[in-house]
Nanobody, 124 residues
Framework: QVQVVESGGGLVQAGGSLRLSCAIS????????MGWFRQAPGKEREFVSA????????YYADSVKGRFTISRDNAKNTVYLQMNSLKPDDTAVYYC?????????????????WGQGTQVTVSA
């Protein structure tokens, strides 16, 4: 049984930083891409960032490029999302997902296992 557990969310002031973590078990983590998505109240889920199986390729939504950094530690079966210069528009539930393929993707349908999400709230 695959488990995907996010942590690190919270309340932060605009301009602050948070680091999200996502721990995976029950699947060969190192063989697959990982992605972060988010969903704000009243909005559809949107792609945030993705990283391929080696960590050598990363992708970001335009809205977070230059502020967020995705990374992975295959020895710890964990993926991270470092979020800097946070804005109120970043407020959302952030979801981690395990890819179907080794290559990274912005498409939600190319992710097979999802976590329960962690709330990030950025105050003005």
């Amino acid at each position: 049984q695959v488990q995907v557990v996010e942590s690190g969310g919270g309340l932060v002031q605009a301009g602050g930083s948070l680091r999200l973590s996502c721990a995976i078990s029950g699947r060969t983590f190192k063989n697959y891409a990982m992605g972060w998505f988010r969903q704000a109240p009243g909005k559809e889920r949107e792609f945030v960032s993705a990283i391929n199986w080696t960590g050598g390729s990363t992708y970001y939504a335009d809205s977070v490029k230059g502020r967020f950094t995705i990374s992975r530690d295959n020895a710890k079966n964990t993926v991270y999302l470092q979020m800097n210069s946070l804005k109120p528009d970043d407020t959302a539930v952030y979801y981690c997902a395990v890819g179907v393929y080794p290559r990274a993707s912005y498409r939600a349908d190319e992710y097979a296992n999802w976590g329960q999400g962690t709330q990030v709230t950025v105050s003005a």
